[in-house]
């Protein structure tokens, strides 16, 4: 995994994305502070996926239970004084 500050990706970008498609996956920093990533297509798609079967297991798995519906629960999830 390669690390780079903004201020440098901005000047290379042209070979991190050569890099990202070798499959290196290339952090960017900001102050200090990962900000970003730079990934192949490849690689995007394949967490887009995962993430997108993951939503789509619980939501699978709320149908199974019995009854059509479930019923809003209209009370606050906590105490607010105004």
Same mark, same amino acid.
């Given at each position: ?9 901005? !000047? ?6 050569? +890099?990202?498609?070798? =499959?290196? &996956? #290339?952090?960017?920093? /900001? ?12 690689? !995007? ?6 993430? +997108?079967?993951?939503? =789509?297991? &619980? #939501?699978?798995?709320? /149908? ?19």
């Amino acid at each position: 995994m390669m690390i780079i500050n903004l201020k440098d990706a901005k !000047a290379g970008f042209s070979s991190l994305v050569d +890099e990202a498609i070798k =499959g290196e &996956f #290339v952090t960017i920093t /900001r102050h200090g502070k990962a900000v970003a990533a730079l990934v192949s297509v490849e690689a !995007a798609e394949i967490a887009r996926k995962t993430m +997108e079967r993951k939503r =789509g297991g &619980f #939501v699978k798995y709320l /149908r199974t239970f019995p009854g059509e519906v479930f019923e809003r629960n209209a009370a606050p999830s906590r105490d607010v004084d105004l």
